[in-house]
Every structure is written in structure tokens, then in C-alpha cells.
């Protein structure tokens, strides 16, 4: 073995060195970031302190908080891809969850009754909410709530919205609810068995269970009379359904799909809409929307005014049908009627760029190719569809861009 070089050693190790020491330096802290912190949280405190809450409170919920750089990327990341329905209520409606969600009202059915006698919200419905934000209380995030609110608060992107917020929490902590070690939620700040934000916590959270705490953490009557106080209050109507399946007839005009078109059972009857079995809807002068949520090939929905009020919840249509359709089935409900289309994959963003690239070809007005499928992109797509003698519906799908691509 040739003897080593050691001025040769010497320099080639000295790249490598210098490349672990720069690693170092890109882990470590930076003291300037960290001063900025040490600064917005002075001023956070001094603001915080004006509003009423104790030093007390002050010094047990901030002392030695930093910054949590898992919650920023989590902020910052853009999902990948659309859900699509189907895969959104694989997702959320398993058989597994039916089960325990139907274990559970029976469980709780004296609870559930009690609540809904106050508050006018059925059982199902709570237990399907509780089901989808925390998997019945197994699931109520693992990140301290103020730290959480403060990387965020502290963060300029939406730092007016979680300066908020994280006021309410230091507010709900100086009230007694919790304590600043207990408060745990989502990396976004949301809590509890239900997972309200603090600002929803303030407005609508009750002491279900009277003992001086709304403790939406570990108390089911503090959770679940929340939950239906927020319902209540926004508007729920007593004993009626979210909506129901049905069925289109042939040739059925899909500019009526429109969230802001209400007309009553018996207006939809008369134009042909009829039950998923074929029977004819009730005459009723009940109001009802139409919503395709996956479009001309997935299943069509007439949805009440109870199903804006899971709206009012979570924006989300997706979210709203889960939980309107996981409450039918924990009370015998059948799965959905319409067939699951063959090409059901979900779009990623650089399939919806590509769509609004092929319709800018094709000289309609998609708005900027940024893989959101927004106002103009649908607005886009229906007019595609209109001159392609397609369903006109606006749902960019796989086989939209199928289409697209074949005509290119």
C-alpha cells in the first residue's frame, strides 16, 4: 500500500469539512431571526397585557416559546393534487368509522338527546362532525396551540389573522379553561375534540357539563354543546336533513347547477328530477340547490339549508357532503347510488396548468396557467364544453384534459 500524502489528505478533506461546517451554520438558530421574535413577542405581550390578560397568564403561555418551523412548512405547502370525491370519502366515510361513529351514538345517547333538546341539532349530525375533524377524540393534534399561533402570528403572510387568534387563546388560557401545557391542537391552531379555532371558541364555546370550564378537549358535554351552539347559532334548522341524492333526467339544463338557485321540491319535480330509485320527489315547498360535486359523471345532490350550515363550518363542498352522508349512513343510510367513474384520479397542479394552457390555445380566458382552478378556469371549461357539444358543467376532471389534449 503506497504511503499517503499528507498535504493530499489535507486538501481533499478540506472541501468536505467546510461543506459540513456550512451544514452547521444553516441548522443553527439565526440570531437575528431570533431577536426579531424576541422583539414581535414583547410587543404581542405589551398588546396582550392592554387587552386585560395577566402577567401571570403572560408568563406561563410565553416564556421560552420559539418559532416552529415544521408549522411554516406546512403553511407554506400547496397540496399536489385535487381530491377528488370518490377519493375524498374513501378517505373519510370508511366502514370502519361507520361502525364506531354508530357505537358511539349508542353510547351517548343520552347525552346526544339532551343536547339536541337545547339546541335543536340531531345526534348524527354531531357525531359525524366530531368523526371527521377527530376521528371521535383520537386525534386532537400534537402541536401546543400558542406556539403554534405565534410562528404564525409572527410569520407576515397571514400574521393580522393569527395575531387574532393567538389573543383569543391567551384570552381562553386566562380564563381557566386550560391550561397553556394542555392547549393542543392542529399545526393552524385549531382545538379540541371538535376543532374549533379560538376565535370560534370564544363566540360559541358552552360549559356543557357545568363545572366553571368550556373544556372542548376533555369534556364530551362541553364538546358536543359547542359544537351544537355553533350549529344553532348559524342558523340550523331543527330536525331537517342536509340533502339527498337524485337522479337527472336526459337533456337536463346544468346552468341550474348553482348554489345560488333555490327553488322547491316541487319546482325540481315538475323539471324532471327525480329520486335515485326513479320515484318521483316529494311535493314540497321545501328549498333545495343543485350541487354536482364531481361533475356531469358523478352523483347529483339537492342540498337544504342545514347543508350551508356545514358550510358555514368548512367551506369545503367535499367536507359538507362527508358529513351530511356519514350522518345517513350512522343511522342506516346507503352508500351512494352513482357509479364511480373509471377514470376517477385526481388532478395535480400540473394537470390544471395544462388545462388552462390548452384552453388559452383554444383563445378562451382561463386567467394565469397557477394550476387553481378558479371562476375563470371553470368559466373556461364551460365554454369548451359548450362548443365541444359536451355536458356542460365546469368540473376539470381527467377526461376534461383527455379531451383538451386530443383536440390540441
Known amino acids: ?10 486538501r481533499k478533506s478540506q472541501p468536505r469539512f467546510l461543506g459540513v461546517f456550512f451544514l452547521l451554520l444553516l441548522l443553527l438558530p439565526d440570531p437575528a431571526a431570533a431577536t426579531d421574535f424576541e422583539s414581535w413577542l414583547r410587543d404581542l ?6 387587552k386585560g390578560i395577566s402577567e401571570k397568564t403572560l408568563d406561563q403561555a410565553l416564556t421560552g416559546i420559539a418559532p416552529i418551523p415544521r408549522v411554516l412548512e406546512l403553511d407554506r405547502k400547496q397540496p399536489e393534487f385535487s381530491r377528488t370525491l370518490w377519493g375524498y370519502l374513501d378517505l373519510t366515510i370508511t366502514e370502519k368509522r361507520i361502525q364506531q361513529g354508530r357505537d358511539l351514538l349508542v353510547v351517548h345517547e343520552h347525552l346526544l338527546a339532551e343536547t339536541e333538546k337545547k339546541y335543536g341539532i340531531q345526534p348524527r349530525f354531531l357525531v359525524a362532525f366530531w368523526g371527521l375533524e377527530t376521528n371521535f377524540g383520537s386525534n386532537l393534534g400534537g402541536y401546543p396551540v400558542i406556539s403554534a399561533l405565534a410562528t404564525l402570528a409572527h410569520d407576515p403572510r397571514r400574521s393580522a389573522f393569527f395575531r387574532q387568534e393567538l389573543l383569543h387563546a391567551l384570552t381562553i388560557l386566562d380564563q381557566g379553561h386550560i391550561s397553556a401545557t394542555d392547549m393542543m391542537g392542529s399545526w393552524a391552531g385549531a382545538m379540541g375534540q371538535v376543532q374549533f379555532m379560538p376565535s370560534t371558541f370564544v363566540r360559541f364555546a358552552v360549559d356543557g357539563d357545568n363545572d366553571g370550564r368550556r373544556d372542548i378537549w376533555g369534556s364530551l358535554p362541553d364538546a358536543f354543546s359547542s359544537a351544537a351552539n355553533f350549529l344553532s347559532s348559524s342558523g340550523w334548522e331543527a330536525g331537517k336533513s342536509w340533502g339527498r341524492e337524485v337522479r337527472l333526467p336526459e337533456g337536463f339544463d346544468l346552468n341550474l347547477i348553482d348554489m345560488k338557485i333555490s327553488n ?32 356531469f359523471d358523478g352523483p347529483a345532490f339537492l342540498v337544504f339549508k342545514n347543508y350551508r350550515m356545514i358550510l358555514n363550518w368548512n367551506r369545503s363542498h367535499l367536507y359538507a357532503i362527508a358529513v351530511g352522508h356519514l350522518a345517513d349512513r350512522l343511522t342506516g343510510g346507503e352508500p351512494l347510488v352513482a357509479p364511480r367513474p373509471e377514470n376517477d384520479r385526481p388532478l395535480h397542479r400540473n ?15 382561463p386567467g394565469p396557467a397557477d394550476g387553481i382552478a378558479g371562476s375563470m378556469t371553470k368559466e373556461a371549461i364551460r365554454e369548451f364544453q359548450r362548443t365541444s357539444r359536451l355536458p356542460v358543467d365546469g368540473y376539470p376532471s381527467a377526461g376534461l384534459l383527455e379531451r383538451l389534449q386530443s383536440a390540441h
Open 45 to 50: 405581550r405589551r398588546e396582550a397585557g392592554e
Open 351 to 365: 394537470d390544471v396548468i395544462q388545462i388552462q394552457q390548452l384552453l388559452a390555445a383554444r383563445g378562451l380566458q
Open 264 to 295: 322547491t321540491l316541487s319546482q325540481w319535480r315538475a323539471l324532471g328530477v327525480r329520486e335515485t330509485d326513479g320515484y318521483p320527489l316529494p311535493l314540497s315547498r321545501e328549498k333545495a340547490s343543485l350541487l354536482l360535486p364531481a361533475g
Open 1 to 10: 500500500m503506497p504511503p499517503t500524502d499528507r498535504s493530499t489528505q489535507t
